[in-house]
């Protein structure tokens, strides 16, 4: 994608801000965020991403340029021990479909979901047609039923104004700035225990920051009405248990796990729509998590 204008919600996120970041290179891309925390605007601006302070639930949207060609939309609220199920709502789904009304004309809409709203079925991946659930309750309460909620939000809005649209269900992204893994690894070097689900082994998806940047703009190439539902994820099926263990082994130390029934379960899934429509993952999980090993990265969303 080349020259095109683009509208990012939520992206001091970590995926989000990897997002900007990498259309920033070629395309306009204006951000919308509060951008409350200190120095939140520093990394987005220095990629050339415009940053505007902006509350996309609450404030009003013909504050912002209307001719935008494409929308992705990656904001969210998601707050542990959270039980406000209206105010869920009423920003992961009422607010979703204001943004679509309001952009009505783009090229296409991209809505960031979660894997997290399929009814977790052991070790077996999850396909797009599989009965919903809430993988993450009682962890954050409100998240995935809130999630299912803009989904069918997007879904209206997509047929009733016309807007070719993506619903990709996230399922374990990590990178420099965050993910799961990324949490292993700093409880890794601090000797803390990793904390799994008692139905072991714990099978993701994981997609690395690499990949997930260019499925977005993969995706929004076929981008549909109605929209296109598909999960978004790494196409090589890990367990934490393995990516945690060989972590360990590149930093000299033991992988502690302790395995409750209070973690949230595993949520693997199948590729076969995904790799149908944007081909495969590109990048090997061994590769890509000893890069964030010997590079010292951190997880900045636990030491904000």
């Known amino acids: ?95 979703t479909g204001r943004l679509m009304a309001h952009f009505s004309d783009v090229e296409a809409f991209f809505f960031s979901s979660t894997c ?57 992204a990590y990178g420099h700035r965050g993910g799961l893994p990324m949490m292993h690894l700093q409880s890794l070097r601090e000797g803390q225990p990793i904390y799994l689900n008692s139905d072991k082994p714990n099978y993701f998806n994981p997609v690395f920051e690499d990949d997930y940047v260019l499925q977005v703009e993969k995706l929004l190439e076929v981008a549909s009405t109605p929209p296109l539902l598909v999960n978004w994820c790494g196409s090589e099926r890990v367990s934490a248990e393995e990516w945690c263990s060989y972590m360990a082994e590149l930093l000299g130390v033991e992988a502690n796990f302790v395995y409750s029934d209070d973690i949230f379960p595993c949520t693997p899934c199948d590729t076969e729509l995904m790799h149908e429509k944007i081909g495969r993952t590109s990048s090997d999980w061994r590769a890509a998590m000893r890069e964030l090993v010997e590079s010292g990265a951190r997880d900045v969303r636990s030491e904000a």
């Open 1 to 95: 994608m080349q020259n095109k204008k683009i509208l990012i919600t939520g992206a001091t996120g970590q995926i989000a801000g990897d997002v900007a970041r990498y259309f920033a290179a070629n395309n306009t891309v204006h951000a919308i965020a509060r951008f409350t925390a200190e120095n939140s605007r520093q990394p987005l601006e220095e990629a050339g991403v415009e940053c505007i302070t902006f509350d996309f639930a609450n404030d009003d949207l013909h504050q912002l340029d209307i001719d935008y060609d494409d929308v992705l939309h990656l904001a969210t609220t998601q707050m542990q021990g959270d039980t406000d199920f209206e105010r869920a709502i009423d920003v992961n789904a009422v607010a």
């Open 116 to 172: 997290s709203v399929y009814a977790t079925n052991g070790q077996t991946p999850l396909k797009e047609t599989d009965p919903l659930g809430d993988a993450m309750r009682p962890f954050l309460p409100t998240y995935s039923m809130s999630k299912v909620a803009a989904a069918a939000v997007v879904k209206f809005a997509s047929r009733q104004f016309g807007i070719p649209a993506v619903i990709a269900r996230m399922n374990v």
